[in-house]
């Protein structure tokens, strides 16, 4: 399984590095094969090393650490000394790419069995977390060149059944400044160390036991932020602030806007229609994966410690609220966000444990209901818009149905422990 993981891995990212090319920007191997040299994003590379750490001793930890913040040294002070400035402002992650794959080298030649299994597991690990930020990046940049006109008009339209909630939070969240935007960008930025901290947790005892859990966050998370750039394709949607604001520079979008509205003025019930956008900004609204990965944390944590549970719970909860209320996402795509994690971890606890008929009838149920938010977004706006007391108690019906399903099925897969026998009474002599 894992040989195959890889070899659709490879081909994905092959595919993509073309298809970058294309538009004449890099795509991720020749990102990934950067970072070895040029100065990288340091987040992900050093949660890839700390993912690939969970297979090592405590000591092996320590030296690889070490070795990752000594190369990184090394390399700072050549930039430095060479006068080397990077355009982004990141001068150090080079060394954790570098120790990555020496753990790929050592578990190569210096191990054997399930040893080797075991490093090339964690290493394949840590690339993948590195790979998915990288090709995530790539499918951005692909859906604004391949998808040059949007579909924010339906969206908002059928976002009048939920009452347009980015144009209430976004009132809410500018009416805060300068607290809650700040705290409100913090969660949002670090999304990924919240799913790092998690997954860190759940693979702690890797290195005791020498084989991971059947199922974690990572592997969620990757399939996720896999599938869900292929509904991007589909269904192309820029947001709020960008498609009825100035864009989230401030000013760059407002040429390509239906109007200057967000988040003070609601959109008028019109007929909507595809509008043209910029070849530069994502079609990456519908669904939320910010809201799938959030949701995903969320269920993650419910049987960590209480700690866990709350920093879950809140995330979940500033992540809708950042979402909204910056005006990159419809209400519309976070009802569909919680039904696609939730479709997704269904799907990949189903295959861990076996295909069975409620597995099967959840995932099924899953994506017949996301599908339909998809047709009805598209098709039944204006139905939506003209009846919101229809439409909208029927979308969170739709969700919370999926909700339960998820919540029944999972506790029909949970073991149960048998009552003790009774020893059975023993009988005086007469």
């Not at 339906?154 to 805060?176: E, K």
């Not at 809140?314 to 809708?320: G, I, Q, V």
Request: glycine share 10%; net charge positive; with cysteine.
């Amino acid at each position: 399984m894992w040989a195959v993981a890889g070899v659709v891995a490879l081909a994905i990212l092959v595919a993509l590095e073309i298809w970058a090319r294309r538009y004449g920007q890099p795509g991720p191997i020749t990102d990934q094969l950067n970072g070895l040299v040029f100065a990288p994003k340091p987040g992900p590379l050093y949660g890839g090393l700390a993912l690939t750490m969970v297979v090592l001793t405590w000591r092996q930890r320590f030296i690889a650490a070490g070795a990752a913040i000594g190369i990184d040294a090394v390399f700072v002070l050549v930039r430095w000394a060479a006068g080397a400035r990077t355009a982004d402002g990141h001068f150090f992650g080079n060394g954790a790419l570098w120790v990555m794959l020496g753990c790929a080298v050592l578990a190569v030649t210096r191990r054997t069995g399930p040893e080797r299994t075991l490093l090339l597991k964690g290493v394949g690990l840590g690339l993948l977390l590195v790979a998915g930020r990288k090709t995530g990046d790539a499918w951005l940049l692909i859906t604004a060149k391949a998808r040059p006109a949007v579909l924010d008009q339906y969206v908002a339209t059928a976002d009048h059944a939920l009452g347009n909630p980015s144009w209430l939070v976004g009132r809410i969240v500018n009416a805060t400044d300068p607290v809650g935007p700040t705290v409100l960008h913090l969660v949002y930025a670090q999304l990924a160390v919240a799913a790092v901290v998690v997954a860190l947790y759940q693979l702690r005892d890797v290195a005791a036991v020498r084989r991971f859990p059947r199922h974690h966050l990572v592997r969620t998370f990757l399939v996720i932020g896999l599938l869900g750039p292929a509904v991007y394709m589909i269904f192309p949607v820029v947001g709020p602030v960008f498609a009825y604001g100035p864009g989230a520079s401030g000013t760059g979008g407002v040429q390509w806007a239906a109007a200057d509205l967000w988040p003070d003025t609601l959109p008028a019930i019109n007929t909507p229609h595809p509008m043209r956008y910029d070849g530069i900004t994502p079609r990456n609204c519908m669904p939320s994966l910010h809201t799938a990965w959030a949701t995903a944390i969320f269920v993650h944590t419910r049987r960590a410690p209480r700690i866990l549970r709350l920093a879950g719970t809140f995330w979940l909860m500033a992540t809708l609220s950042a979402t909204l209320g910056f005006g990159y996402h419809y209400g519309a795509d976070l009802v569909a966000g919680v039904v696609f994690a939730l479709t997704i971890e269904a799907a990949l606890r189903s295959f861990d444990r076996g295909w069975d008929r409620p597995g099967i009838r959840l995932v099924g149920y899953g994506t017949a209901v996301f599908a339909v938010l998809l047709v009805s977004y598209r098709w039944l706006p204006m139905e939506m818009a003209v009846h919101p007391w229809i439409f909208g108690p029927l979308l969170i019906l739709a969700m919370t149905s999926v909700i339960y399903g998820y919540v029944r099925t999972t506790e029909l897969w949970e073991p149960t422990a048998a009552p003790a026998r009774q020893p059975e009474p023993q009988l005086e002599p007469v």
